[in-house]
């Protein structure tokens, strides 16, 4: 497995558009939409990566890939999870935090996208899917054994 780089949030962007199939379509959405509010974004920076990673990847682009069957978008919801990965290895507690709500927390829209998450996702957000399924004991209890 090569090893995953870690992505701050002062280059969060800047994977998001390398490594994230369709994104710039997807950020030049958002941007026409609302170009004062976002117009960080436009410069390349995220002055907030937790609504970064709600309104340009997570709600957007990868959960519509997890609702898909399995074997849907093999490609692009690997891309998509080796930059969550990138991100999830980070130490700073603002990073993670950001990745725990903007993403982990979005898993929990169904058992079934929980499920498709942890299968995609790499070792660290792994790990993290578990820890924040620890803080939901009935939910961690049920599905346990299928992780």
Not at 13 to 30: H, Y
Not at 127 to 141: D, G, N
Request: proline share 5%; hydrophobic share 45%.
């Amino acid at each position: 497995m090569k090893r995953v780089t870690q992505t701050g949030a002062d280059r969060a962007i800047e994977e998001f558009l390398r490594v994230v199939p369709g994104a710039r379509a997807v950020l030049d959405e958002l941007i026409a939409s609302a170009p004062e509010r976002h117009a960080d974004w436009a410069r390349g920076t995220a002055d907030d990566l937790l609504e970064f990673l709600l309104a340009a990847f997570s709600r957007p682009v990868l959960l519509p890939l997890l609702r898909e069957e399995d074997g849907a978008g093999g490609a692009e919801i690997r891309a998509c999870f080796e930059y969550v990965e990138s991100l999830a290895v980070s130490e700073n507690p603002y990073v993670d935090s950001s990745v725990h709500f903007g993403i982990l927390e979005q898993f929990l829209e169904s058992e079934e996208i929980l499920l498709r998450a942890y299968r995609h996702s790499l070792p660290v957000t792994r790990a993290k899917i578990v820890a924040m399924l620890e803080e939901y004991p009935e939910t961690f209890r049920r599905l346990r054994s299928e992780l």
